[in-house]
């Protein structure tokens, strides 16, 4: 059976929803915390399974509450966990994250564990689409080199040393504006076409492949006939956008697994990613297929 395998970072998300940002030096009483799984290839893969594409998900959590709660998230959501090292005397990954309900900001404060790495660098299986987002360099490295094949796409949320190598050897580096306006040192001006074309030139250059950049509630960039384009977003309102650059890419991954276009991909992946800051959390905020799809169907 065809499938997808997604490698890369888990973290245990605790989301606090605040009506507006809070200020320094205040006590606050929280009526309710949203918790669950995340990380970009973690949410992806799970977005994946509920729309019904044999996932494999690798990574790595600790064998503690959190890490045990993200593999049996995972496995509940039908994420095939093969791959998931579950390591004794490791401390899981966590985030925490203000949610500004007031315009959909979310702020991370992530305590990762770096030196939590997948000890099995080889994957025995022949996915037809891998997804990866840095982490677990080695593994991420060495099965894309297994499976030239493979249509390839990367998560790249920053510039690292890791993401700056894979993104060499990937078929779609789709990437965060933080990452190109590292990258590039050069703020992205959307309505500036001039900057826009500075940007992926000096991207492609390095990269050599297909490059998108998500840019938030403005939408994504890509290349179309020769020149860059930006694909405006599905219009929404905003209370949470934890997970919507990992929901994008799980949808872009999914698009790219059925052989669509790279412009119905993305337009799934943007209403998709538009769906999901619409509601708190990110597991929580995953869009229905068929929802997803009738819009696809609905607008221009
Ligand atoms: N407020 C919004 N309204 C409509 N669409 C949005 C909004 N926020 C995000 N999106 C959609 O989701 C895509 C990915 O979002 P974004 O660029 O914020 O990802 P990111 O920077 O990787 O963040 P993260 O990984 O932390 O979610 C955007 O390109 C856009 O299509
Ligand atoms: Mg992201």
């Given at each position: ?9 888990s ?17 606050y ?9 995340g ?37 509940d ?17 966590t ?6 309900l ?13 030196d ?9 299986l ?7 987002d840095g982490?677990?360099?080695e ?46 040192r ?19 250059a390095?990269?050599?492949t ?14 179309k ?9 599905y ?6 956008s ?8 799980g949808?872009?991954?999914?698009g ?22 619409t509601?708190?959390?990110?597991k929580?905020?995953?869009?229905a297929?068929?929802?997803?799809m009738?819009i ?5």
């Open positions: 059976m065809q499938s997808i395998l997604c490698i890369g970072h973290t245990y998300d605790i989301t606090i929803p605040m009506p507006n940002y809070p200020a320094e030096n205040i006590k009483r929280i009526k309710n915390i949203v918790e669950s799984g990380g970009p290839a973690n949410n992806a893969a799970y977005l994946l399974a509920k729309w019904e594409v044999k996932t494999y998900y690798a990574g790595s959590v600790g064998n503690d509450l959190y890490g045990n709660r993200i593999k049996k998230e995972l496995t959501g039908g994420v095939d966990t093969t791959y998931l090292e579950v390591k004794d005397n490791m401390r899981t990954s985030s925490y994250i203000i949610a500004n007031e315009n959909g900001s979310r702020t991370i404060l992530g305590h990762p564990n770096l939590m790495i997948c000890t099995n660098q080889n994957i025995a022949n996915p037809a689409v891998i997804l990866v982490y677990h360099y593994l991420a490295k060495q099965t894309l080199i297994n499976n030239p094949d493979a249509i390839s796409i990367l998560d790249a949320g920053r510039v690292t040393k890791e993401t700056l190598s894979l993104g060499t050897m990937v078929d779609y580096l789709v990437c965060s504006r933080d990452f190109a306006e590292q990258f590039c050069q703020k992205i001006d959307i309505n500036n076409k001039d900057i826009l074309r500075l940007i992926y030139n000096n991207m492609a390095s990269f050599k297909n490059i998108i950049i998500t840019l938030g509630a403005k939408g994504c960039l890509y290349y006939n020769n020149d860059v384009e930006i694909l405006p977003p219009q929404v309102k905003a209370v949470d934890t997970g919507a650059g990992d929901i994008f890419h949808a872009f991954a999914y790219l697994f059925h052989h669509y276009d790279l412009e119905k991909t993305l337009r799934i992946a943007s209403i998709a990613g538009a769906l999901s800051v509601k708190i959390g990110s929580q905020s995953m869009p297929l068929q929802t997803v009738e696809y169907q609905h607008v221009d």
